[in-house]
């Protein structure tokens, strides 16, 4: 879909890991490809279907990023938000 774009923030909806935020490191048909940074990495992205997902107005370049940073925004995200 053309509204799950890639380094956008998500919140997921269902499953285990219910409230937890992650990025958009990849869009394809009826999934989309989130990572956290830590046990989800860019090496071993989680594997999302659209429904399944809240978006989070916030984008961010993240072509050129690593683990780190993706962590490292991560945080700031939910340091804002509580």
Known sequence: MDRYRKGMLVRSKAGHDTGKVYIIVESADAYVLVCDGRIRTLANPKKKKFKHLQIINREYPIETMND?????ILKEYNREEN
């Open 68 to 72: 780190v940073q993706i962590k490292r």
